[in-house]
C-alpha cells in the first residue's frame, strides 16, 4: 500500500512558511527569480523530508500504542460468575 503524497494543503501552517523561507532562501541565493522546475525540485525534497518524518512519528505511536494494549493475564483462572449473568438466561 502506498502512502499518498503529502500537499501543501494537508501540511500545518508551520511547515508551509518553513516551506516558504527555504524557496526564498534559494531565490537570494541564487540571486534571481527560481525556475517551475527549481521551486519544484525543493518543494519535492521538502515534502519527501517532511513524509519520512511523519512515518518515523507514526510508526513510533504505534508501538507505544501497541506495548499499551491491554494484555490478558494468562495466570489468573476462568470465573464463571464473572461472565455469566446472576439472573441466567431470559
Avoid: C
Avoid at 4 to 23: H, S, V
Avoid at 64 to 89: C, H, L, M
Amino acid at each position: 500500500m502506498a502512502i499518498p503524497r503529502l500537499t501543501q494543503k494537508e501540511m500545518t501552517e508551520a511547515e508551509q512558511r518553513e516551506l516558504k523561507t527555504l524557496l526564498d532562501r534559494a531565490r537570494i541565493a541564487h540571486g534571481r527569480l527560481l525556475t517551475n522546475a527549481e521551486t519544484n525540485h525543493i518543494k519535492k525534497e521538502y515534502i519527501d523530508k517532511l513524509m519520512a518524518q511523519r512515518d518515523v512519528e507514526a510508526k513510533k505511536a504505534r508501538k507505544i500504542k501497541k506495548d499499551q494494549a491491554y494484555k490478558v493475564d494468562k495466570e489468573a483462572t476462568f470465573s464463571w460468575s464473572a461472565n455469566t449473568s446472576p439472573r441466567g438466561r431470559r
